[in-house]
């Protein structure tokens, strides 16, 4: 076949004075099928390629398990209705060389999604998911920690938290941190633990000098942080708190009732004082148990750098400030002049 001189024919084709009327008219039936043949393929091709399906999990949050293999994807992506056809799916993932580039990991799809863009999102890793910005403020215990996390993502189990962590209190160091809306409970405990680690690692040696150990250290520092705002204060107090365990004086710390029966130093009566509890520094000398919430910084090194005074009391009046007292009369006296 002369392509050239087929090339010459098409260029010397006269379009103007051919005859499309009575071609049409002689091939109208093959005409009308091509035509009808050929937009029945384009509706096709649509409704397989571009239109997601009607069941497609928008706002769910699917989970790609790490090392899945492409079968185990695509058998994923079919149960899970986000794709209608599995089999175009492995084949568009080979023809585009991405069968061995999809990322594991949790994906969000906040709107449906045809097949084509499904399998850019997967080979590209873009999960659709950011992480939410928490801060957990000092002071704060492992049940308000599950709280927090509760209100920010609907799923989390609290409960299983509380559960896991009821140990760790005093050691999930308080800040701000970045979590994805799956997180879970253990996943919290590990960064939040390790942050701890991280934080603590430069006061070892003077926590060694000091003759206590990090526990007695931590829930000092627990009771400093409920106790005063300031660091000064934090440290003045410290020497006294201290100072009463050595010479055997019970410690006496109003901070330790919130954590045991939800009440603050001025809604305590007597009774309430007496109240049955290993954390009642009234009932039981020496420190409490464990750490009644989880201390800041702050909190941390003031516990392990007293300040030392003449003072053995100490109350705080309901503006925040702190007053002192050598002895028991002075300390009856500040309360008659800024607590009653």
């Known amino acids: 076949m002369d392509l050239n001189k087929s090339f010459n ?14 071609f049409y008219r002689k091939n109208q039936k093959l005409i009308v099928r091509s035509g009808l043949g050929f937009f029945l393929t384009l509706f096709f091709v649509y409704i397989i390629f571009f239109i997601a399906p009607s069941d497609f999990p928008v706002n769910q949050v699917i989970s790609i398990e790490k090392g899945s293999s492409l079968e185990e994807i695509v058998s994923l992506l079919d149960e899970e209705k986000i ?9 568009f993932a080979f023809i585009s060389g991405n069968q061995k580039d999809l990322v594991a990991g949790d994906y969000f799809f906040s709107r449906k999604l045809n097949l084509f863009s499904v399998l850019s999102r997967i080979s590209k890793g873009e999960r659709g998911i950011y992480p939410t910005r ?20 609907e799923d989390f189990d609290e409960e299983e938290f509380i559960r896991l962590a009821k140990d760790k ?10 979590f994805l809306p799956s997180v879970g409970p ?29 526990e007695e250290i931590i829930i000092m520092a627990s009771l400093l942080e409920e106790e005063a705002r300031t660091r000064k204060t934090r440290e003045m107090i410290s020497g006294i708190l201290w100072k009463r365990i050595e010479i055997g004086m019970a410690l006496q710390v109003d901070a330790v009732f ?43 090194e003031s516990a392990l750098r007293p300040t030392e005074s003449d003072f053995l009391f100490y ?18 006296r500040n309360k008659r002049v800024y607590l009653y």
Request: hydrophobic share 35%.
């Open 169 to 178: 209190e005093g050691f999930l160091f308080p800040d701000t941190y970045k």
């Open 258 to 300: 919130p954590y045991i029966i939800g009440k603050n130093t001025f809604e305590l009566t007597l009774e309430d004082l007496d109240i049955e509890s290993p954390y009642n520094t009234y009932r039981y000398r020496g420190l409490p148990p464990g750490a009644i919430s989880n201390p800041g910084l702050n909190s941390i």
């Open 83 to 91: 794709v209608k056809y599995p089999s175009l799916f492995k084949f």
């Open 134 to 153: 928490i801060t957990f403020p000092e002071g704060v215990t492992i049940v308000e920690i599950g709280k927090i996390l509760k209100q920010n993502f």
């Open 9 to 22: 024919n098409l260029l010397n084709f006269d379009f103007k004075e051919f005859n499309w009327r009575g």
């Open 186 to 214: 253990r996943q919290v405990i590990f960064t939040m633990g390790a942050t701890f680690e991280e934080k603590i690692e430069p006061l070892l040696p003077e926590i060694e000098e000091s003759g206590y150990s990090l």
């Open 315 to 332: 109350l705080s009046d309901r503006h925040g400030r702190t007053h002192y007292a050598k002895n028991f009369e002075a300390h009856k």
